[in-house]
């Protein structure tokens, strides 16, 4: 079935530094990314929707300054949190939607948990 | 407006024994529904969907779900509980392109 790789599965960084965490569909063309947030007993948020070659839509609340996506390719995208704080620390998926089933059906990354110390 | 209610947070079975997770969902479009089922410290995993054809829907892992319009219900079921189960069920709903996630249940197994 359809893979979608995110590295770096665990990461730890000191307040102030930025983490860039990658989203790879492995083996599809994904026409639109997006990127979720997890709070520890809480469901998913989702962050932002990216296209291929176009800026990221974000929700509502979300600081895009803070939270810089790239989507440079249709099968790549990553997500850069800036001076990450410790607030900033949580568990954070991406998901593509493939291009060959109409874009109906997302898959998931296996998450990458920050911790910013 | 479109939402889903999962309506336990938690839900405890005995190894064996039947599982049902209930979801609720209201749209104001024909609704895709889909269960993803999330393991500690790991991704999401699509369990199974309802895209507008058989309303019975089996999934992997020996799970189904009935897409019940008139109750708007989307009920995840399995005849008989393993350990391996054990783990938060989402429930989500495809309106118009917009994904709309439940809250979750917890899945608890006792020996």
């Known amino acids: 079935g359809a893979v979608v790789s995110q590295h770096p599965s665990w990461v730890i960084c000191k307040s102030g530094t930025s983490v860039k965490i990658e989203c790879r569909s492995l083996?599809?063309?994904?026409?639109?990314m997006f990127w979720y947030r997890q709070f520890p007993k809480q469901s998913l948020m989702l962050m932002a929707t990216?296209?291929?070659?176009?800026?990221?839509?974000?929700e509502q609340g979300v600081e895009k300054d803070k939270f810089l996506i790239n989507h440079a390719s249709l099968t790549l995208s990553t997500l850069t949190v800036t001076s990450a704080h410790p607030e900033d620390s949580s568990f954070y998926i991406c998901?593509?939607?493939?291009?060959?089933?109409?874009?109906?059906?997302?898959?998931f990354g296996a998450g990458t948990r920050l911790s910013v110390l | 407006a479109q939402s889903v209610t999962q309506l336990d947070s938690h839900v405890s079975v005995s190894e064996g024994t039947p599982v049902l997770l209930r979801c609720n969902y209201s749209?104001?479009?024909?609704?895709?529904l889909f269960w993803y089922v999330q393991h500690p410290n790991k991704g999401l995993q699509l369990l199974l969907k309802?895209?507008?054809?058989a309303t019975l829907v089996k999934g992997i892992n020996g799970f189904e779900a009935e897409f019940k319009k008139s109750e708007t219900s989307f009920h995840l079921t399995k005849p008989s509980a393993h350990m391996s189960d054990a783990a938060e069920y989402f429930c989500v709903l495809d309106s118009n392109y917009q994904l709309i996630w439940g809250a979750g249940t917890k899945l608890i197994i006792k020996p």
């Open positions: 998901s593509a939607r493939d291009r060959s089933s109409g874009g109906h059906i997302q898959y």
């Open positions: 990216s296209n291929e070659g176009s800026k990221a839509t974000y």
């Open positions: 309802y895209t507008s054809a």
């Open positions: 083996d599809f063309q994904a026409t639109t």
């Open positions: 749209s104001s479009y024909s609704p895709s």
